[in-house]
């Protein structure tokens, strides 16, 4: 009996805890979409990019085969000096084809600027130059653009905004920067890149709903939050995550970066099948 009480108590402590933090694991928009119907336009509508908003096309690309595809990356560009194996990375990034998580994010985002609630992105991507990229941010801006995703109507008055102190403190190569509704943290706690950009745009936030793949990014902004007395609604989102998991095509994976290597250029899946068909 005495067993049962504390198992009682200690869920109701568990359940009580999870309740007051306000971040909710889910691997679907509908709880997303709840939050943001019960909110109102002093609220900022924040979503993270990779895993969140887009995940790659090719099998080979995705997180559940990331231990293979670093397998196969350290077979073939273990022997290639540093600046050809940034610029084999970059190519990848230009070339590969991502394609939305959810296709119901598009709407999700429709029905906050129906609400006249701002929406962000706030990515740990890098800005600048890369390999073959000459500005990462203008590369990650328009693959979103290409899957209906465009953030640059809030904040119009702001289109580019760098925080050279930032980089600074933190002694980092990259420049975190807001641009065309995107906040690039370069890697930075994104609470702290967060608050940089709002004490910059003196926005009257009361709310903020943030969604992420990483619950240490949302215990982040959350933190952010409850230092300013702005009300948080956090959302670990597992779509991707949680997933099935199929076999790796080793065979079709290991032609894709043989190829890569060869001509330089990044074939998709699609693309290696229409060459076989012809």
């Known amino acids: 009996m005495n067993h049962l009480i504390v198992s009682i108590t200690f869920l109701l402590y568990i359940i009580l805890n999870y309740a007051q933090a306000e971040v909710i694991q889910t691997s679907s928009l509908i709880p997303i979409e709840t939050a943001v ?9 924040i979503f993270d990019v990779q895993e969140v908003l887009m995940v790659a096309q090719d099998q080979v690309l995705t997180p559940a085969h990331k231990v293979e595809r670093k397998k196969i990356k350290q077979q073939l560009l273990s022997h290639l000096p540093t600046k050809d194996t940034e610029t084999i990375e970059s190519i990848i990034l230009i070339d590969y084809k991502p394609v939305l998580v959810d296709p119901n994010i ?35 801006i328009e693959k979103l653009k290409a899957l209906g995703i465009d953030f640059s109507s809030s904040f119009p008055q702001i289109p580019t905004l760098s925080f050279s102190y930032l980089q600074d403190l933190h002694h980092t190569k990259y420049t975190p920067m807001f641009k065309q509704g995107i906040i690039f943290t370069c890697r930075l706690p ?24 990483r619950l240490k990014n949302v215990m982040s902004v959350e933190s952010f939050c409850k230092s300013k007395g702005i009300e948080f609604q956090g959302f670990v989102y597992e779509a991707v995550k949680t997933r099935p998991k199929s076999p790796l095509n080793q065979q079709l994976a290991t032609y894709q970066f043989n190829t890569l290597v060869k001509q330089q250029h990044w074939l998709s899946e699609l693309e290696i099948q229409a060459q076989l068909k012809q």
């Open 37 to 45: 119907n019960n909110s109102n336009e002093h609220t900022l509508l």
């Open 106 to 140: 598009v709407n999700l985002i429709a029905l906050a600027k129906s609400k006249q609630i701002k929406t962000l992105a706030l990515t740990s991507g890098y800005t600048g130059k890369f390999g073959k990229i000459d500005n990462r941010e203008n590369l990650r």
């Open 190 to 213: 994104k609470g702290e890149v967060l608050e940089a950009f709002l004490i910059h745009v003196k926005s009257p936030v009361k709310k903020i709903i943030f969604v992420d793949n």
